[in-house]
């Protein structure tokens, strides 16, 4: 479904007699090595929310990166992509004048950096023959031009499998280790999954885990009250 736009100091004590001499104290253990991995940082339900940028802070464009996982069988390493499944990355966006909108293939709008929305989609890889999958940058020069942006993904085409295709969104940029949101569920029958909210106020800019499965566009729209009108749509 495609969007229709036709619409936070003691004293010295006296010296004493020493006393006998205490056995020598048992070595320290050393410290249990830790699992968190400092690469990067994974937003899960218990811990959905991290700082991207201070209030004020400007800084160059992030990329979000789309991929699906095989796993370490045959063919390939983690992020070889899953056959018989078109994946598609899109975002809807709100700037701070209330403009509204959305970038994606099927919304036949690839947006632009240089100039509003200052987002861009990178390419519909169709094939999933792209190692690096569907990218989309962001350009935070200006952090308040923007409100909130929605990340969220569609099945186009293959099988609504979402335990399969076992989705990855990773955020980078230059504040800090990539940002990495799975999507974790196992529902299966919905083709638009909502992925990550990127918001701009007054506190600088953050990313929360979204991760939310809906039949439709227009039915995510309105569980995050957007106000976008939604039709049918084809690439």
């Given at each position: 479904?495609?969007?229709?736009?036709?619409?936070?100091?003691?004293?010295?004590?006296?010296p004493?007699?020493?006393?006998?001499?205490?056995p020598?104290?048992?070595?320290a253990?050393?410290p249990?090595?830790?699992?968190?991995?400092?690469?990067?940082?994974s937003l899960t339900k218990?811990?959905p929310?991290v700082?991207?940028?201070?209030a004020?802070?400007?800084?160059?464009?992030?990329r979000?990166?789309?991929?699906?996982?095989?796993?370490?069988g045959?063919?390939?390493?983690?992020f070889k992509?899953?056959s018989?499944v078109?994946?598609d990355?899109?975002?809807?966006?709100?700037?701070?004048?209330g403009?509204?909108?959305?970038v994606?293939?099927?919304?036949?709008?690839?947006?632009?950096?240089?100039?509003r929305?200052?987002?861009?989609?990178?390419?519909?890889?169709?094939?999933?023959?792209?190692?690096s999958?569907?990218?989309?940058?962001?350009?935070?020069?200006?952090?308040?031009?923007?409100?909130r942006?929605?990340?969220?993904?569609?099945?186009?085409?293959g099988?609504?499998?979402?335990?399969?295709?076992d989705?990855?969104?990773?955020?980078?940029s230059?504040?800090?280790?990539?940002?990495?949101?799975r999507?974790?569920?196992?529902k299966?029958?919905?083709?638009?999954?909502?992925?990550?909210?990127?918001?701009?106020?007054?506190?600088?800019?953050?990313?929360?885990?979204?991760v939310?499965?809906?039949?439709?566009?227009d039915k995510?729209?309105?569980?995050?009250?957007w106000?976008?009108?939604?039709?049918?749509?084809?690439?």
């Amino acid at each position: 479904m495609a969007i229709d736009y036709t619409k936070r100091p003691q004293s010295n004590p006296t010296p004493q007699a020493p006393s006998p001499a205490a056995p020598p104290a048992a070595p320290a253990a050393p410290p249990a090595p830790s699992s968190v991995d400092l690469s990067k940082i994974s937003l899960t339900k218990s811990s959905p929310t991290v700082s991207l940028a201070k209030a004020g802070a400007s800084g160059g464009t992030i990329r979000i990166n789309l991929n699906w996982a095989q796993g370490s069988g045959a063919g390939g390493g983690f992020f070889k992509r899953k056959s018989g499944v078109d994946l598609d990355l899109r975002c809807l966006y709100e700037l701070s004048d209330g403009s509204l909108g959305g970038v994606g293939a099927l919304d036949r709008n690839f947006g632009s950096l240089e100039k509003r929305p200052f987002i861009k989609l990178d390419q519909d890889d169709r094939s999933g023959s792209a190692a690096s999958g569907e990218n989309m940058f962001v350009n935070l020069a200006d952090p308040g031009v923007f409100r909130r942006i929605l990340v969220f993904a569609d099945i186009y085409e293959g099988s609504p499998n979402w335990a399969a295709v076992d989705g990855v969104v990773t955020v980078e940029s230059q504040f800090g280790p990539p940002i990495e949101v799975r999507m974790d569920s196992e529902k299966n029958s919905l083709r638009t999954a909502s992925i990550a909210l990127i918001e701009s106020g007054p506190q600088g800019v953050t990313i929360t885990r979204a991760v939310e499965y809906f039949s439709g566009g227009d039915k995510m729209d309105k569980h995050f009250r957007w106000g976008l009108n939604w039709g049918r749509g084809s690439k």
